[in-house]
């Protein structure tokens, strides 16, 4: 498990593994934006781009 802060539920994050084993994970954010890093420091505690990976119900 990736202790990844706000990565951990973030829309943007991808975990890749090596075929030697080690996880990274990625923003798919930087990909379109190069104040992003492509592989952040973990744990990420502020993120402008942070992005829930489910949104949450609709409530009245």
Do not use: K
């Amino acid at each position: 498990m990736i202790a990844a802060g706000l990565c951990a539920s973030c829309r943007h994050a991808r975990v890749n593994q090596t075929r030697r084993g080690p996880s990274y994970l990625r923003c798919l954010l930087a990909s379109v934006d190069e104040a992003y890093p492509r592989y952040p420091r973990l744990p990420v505690l502020r993120c402008a781009g942070y992005a829930p990976a489910e949104d949450p119900p609709a409530g009245d």
